[in-house]
């Protein structure tokens, strides 16, 4: 598996397409579809994440939600779930005015 950022890139944008298809083709209050999808985006989004880091050393300011019963994504990484890092993006808005 390559771990290109753009590659990476373009199969979380594709996962986020199939999630949209499968909310607006929803067969039923819990179509395993859509829970499919959602698996699928949250872990493109962490390869995109991992890869983004690997070659740049840079993330998101986003963070995908599991529940703790949830066991479907695969290699959850909770590296970038370090608390000390947090910014808070309001402060820096009114630091620059």
Known sequence: MS??????LATLT??????????????????????????????????????????????????VYIDDDDEDFDDFDEDFEDDDDDIDYEDLDEDES
Do not use: S
Not at 26 to 50: K, L, M, Q, S, T
């Open 14 to 63: 594709n996962a986020l397409e199939e999630h949209l298809t499968a909310i607006v083709n929803r067969r039923g209050e819990h179509d395993p579809a859509i829970d499919n999808a959602y698996v699928a985006v949250a872990n493109a989004f962490e390869r995109y994440e991992e890869a983004l880091f690997d070659t740049y050393e840079e993330v998101t300011p986003l963070e």
């Open 3 to 8: 771990n290109d950022p753009r590659a990476a």
